[in-house]
């Protein structure tokens, strides 16, 4: 079975502020696939990055950084100078590719992220 | 990337009747996958639906509440049935694009449903 966990449920940081949301996931797949999306008010979900298993560089996209390390099952991601635009729910989400778990995405409960003014 | 459509995009429904979720994507893509988001809640996968064959639904999930249709390669349909207030929910599209690991999983706007 997989699982992923985002313990926190809300956080609430002033703009310019650095953020790390925190994913920790479980699965017996030794390959597989994870996820981070943002859903803003409006209800979209849009995709942030996909990360392979087998690939643990870290990587950065702007203002944004994922910190995967497999010895911990971890996913963890990093806002740098949070902006009033980057609040929203943030979802991590799981996939394995062995057989009865292929293409299916497991969500964590999301984060809810409010960066004030 | 894929650029994903739904229609509607919202619906106030009374209870014991049917809605028809479309969604329409731009491109051809072989897996498409219904989930459903509750208020406050994570999203949930309904079913997974492959052009020509049968829908596979989740544990929880039955077709007679949740027919699905998926006539091409860029179309999907799903009804939710006979619905309570308990159905109200947001109801995502969602296509897989590229292979093996290059695979992506893009989603659409969400129809937002609820059942009075």
């Known amino acids: 079975a997989q699982k992923v966990t985002q313990a926190q449920t809300e956080i609430s940081v002033v703009e310019k502020e650095d953020v790390t949301l925190d994913c920790v996931y479980e699965?017996?797949?030794?390959?597989?696939?994870l996820f981070w999306y943002k859903q803003p008010p409006s209800g979209e979900l849009v995709f942030l990055i996909r990360?392979?298993?087998?690939?643990?560089q870290n990587e950065i996209s702007g203002r944004y950084s994922w910190n995967f390390q497999k010895s911990t099952s971890s996913f963890n991601f990093t806002i740098t100078a949070s902006q009033v635009v980057d609040s929203a729910v943030y979802f991590c989400?799981?996939?394995?590719?062995?057989?009865?778990?292929?293409?299916?995405?497991?969500f964590g409960s999301g984060t809810q992220l409010t960066v004030l003014p | 990337s894929a650029v994903i459509s739904q229609k509607p995009s919202r619906d106030i429904c009374q209870r014991g009747t049917s809605l028809t979720i479309q969604c329409q994507v731009d491109?051809?893509?072989?897996?498409m996958f219904w989930y459903r988001q509750q208020p406050g809640q994570s999203l949930t996968l309904i079913a997974t639906?492959?052009?020509?064959?049968?829908?596979?639904?989740e544990s929880g999930f039955v077709i007679d509440k949740f027919p699905i249709s998926r006539p091409n390669l860029t179309f999907s349909t799903l009804t939710v049935s006979n619905m309570s207030p308990e159905d109200s929910s947001i109801y995502l599209c969602?296509?897989?694009?590229?292979?093996?690991?290059?695979?992506?999983?893009?989603f659409g706007p969400g129809t937002r449903l609820t059942v009075t």
């Open positions: 969602s296509v897989e694009t590229g292979a093996g690991f290059r695979s992506e999983q893009y």
């Open positions: 699965t017996r797949d030794t390959t597989y696939y």
């Open positions: 990360r392979n298993s087998f690939d643990e």
């Open positions: 989400a799981l996939r394995g590719i062995s057989s009865g778990s292929a293409r299916q995405l497991t």
């Open positions: 491109s051809q893509v072989t897996m």
């Open positions: 639906a492959n052009q020509g064959s049968e829908a596979t639904y």
